[in-house]
């Protein structure tokens, strides 16, 4: 019993869950950041400033606004770490070592909505307008990719034979149908916005709002926030490789195939964030109910389909 305990508390803090996905998060977003400032003429940081302004934030003081609830404003970063961390795990566990449970898919979708929700309490219990006003866009950005997110979802289950568990997905290929390919991309761009990057970084928007939900944050609850995001810029893209992409391989040539997989959608998600203008929350709700939403509706009907003929590649 006392194994079994130690056993996943290791799962949670060390690999495949807290330190193992944060190392690797803010490698990620040393690339992110490397590749930026490549783009626009400039040198970049060192590999290991993201480290460097974790441990920055880590040693500031924590000040805590007057009009805030408290209890909110503290604890609303630990619900979106905490989230992330579950996400790692579960994912890492059902690629590598087969080990899921049912309705697991499920699970992993309700938890990778959490972190935009943490930010949003948190920017409504700061008490501050510019962070409630961020916090109101987050809520709305969280409504406009969740339908055409969760319909992808629907077409990779009819393609993996209805089966809601990730040692299932893991070993479909759904990128051989139209469908599935379609789907891969929609959720791609929604990944865009649920990292909050450019186009859809509405939230924070720094030159109009001041970063929004995180204005009245600082010391330990802010790094607590940018880990989360480093580990999201891991996790994300690693979600997309286990339901799209025939999931993680590590042995043989299939570690090398793993990593490819990884980085090309890591540098896809970067040229989207640096070659695009920020969009008003009006267009990315707009952009995301009027294009990709019906594009979604297109997709399932199509793997519907598929599923009830018996036709693969549709």
């Not at 495949?16 to 998060?25: D, E, R, S, W």
């Not at 709700?285 to 990709?292: C, I, N």
Request: a positive charge; hydrophobic letters at 55%.
């Amino acid at each position: 019993m006392f194994l079994d305990a130690g056993k996943y508390i290791f799962y949670f803090l060390v690999f495949p869950g807290f330190i193992f996905t944060l190392a690797v998060g803010l490698i990620s977003v040393w690339i992110d950041r490397k590749v930026t400032a490549r783009v626009q003429w400039r040198v970049g940081p060192p590999p290991g400033q993201p480290l460097y302004d974790i441990l920055k934030l880590l040693g500031k003081e924590t000040i805590v606004p007057k009009n805030s609830n408290k209890t909110l404003f503290l604890s609303a970063p630990l619900v979106g770490l905490g989230s992330v961390t579950i996400v790692s795990v579960i994912l890492w566990l059902a690629s590598v070592y087969k080990i899921s449970f049912v309705g697991d898919l499920f699970v992993v979708v309700y938890l990778l909505m959490l972190p935009s929700l943490s930010l949003m309490i948190g920017g409504m219990a700061s008490g501050n307008p510019m962070a409630a006003t961020g916090a109101n866009r987050e809520m709305k950005l969280i409504l406009a990719y969740e339908l055409p997110f969760l319909l992808c979802l629907a077409i990779v289950i009819i393609k993996s034979g209805i089966s809601i568990n990730m040692v299932d997905l893991a070993g479909n290929h759904v990128m051989g149908s139209i469908s599935g390919v379609l789907a891969f991309l929609i959720s791609l761009l929604c990944i865009q916005a649920k990292l909050g990057f450019t186009p859809f970084d509405i939230a924070e928007a720094e030159t109009e709002i001041m970063e929004g939900p995180y204005i009245e944050y600082s010391g330990v609850p802010l790094a607590l926030f940018k880990i989360t995001q480093a580990m999201l810029l891991f996790t994300l893209p690693v979600y997309l490789i286990s339901v799209f992409l025939g999931g993680l391989n590590f042995r043989g040539l299939g570690i090398l195939w793993t990593v490819l997989k990884y980085v090309a959608i890591l540098v896809v998600i970067i040229v989207i964030k640096n070659t695009n203008p920020r969009l008003r929350i009006d267009q990315a709700l707009k952009f995301f109910w009027r294009f990709l939403t019906p594009a979604g509706i297109v997709a399932l009907v199509l793997a519907i389909i598929g599923h009830i003929s018996g036709i693969d590649w549709l």
